[in-house]
């Protein structure tokens, strides 16, 4: 269980960050 939470938890920071370049590179 642990070991799912902690990929679930890898995916969320992959998918913020790739949303934070994504902006930053828009503005």
Known sequence: MSR???T???K???RV???AELEDVRY
């Open 4 to 6: 799912i939470h902690l």
């Open 8 to 10: 679930n938890l890898q």
């Open 12 to 14: 969320f920071k992959l």
């Open 17 to 19: 960050v790739g949303r």
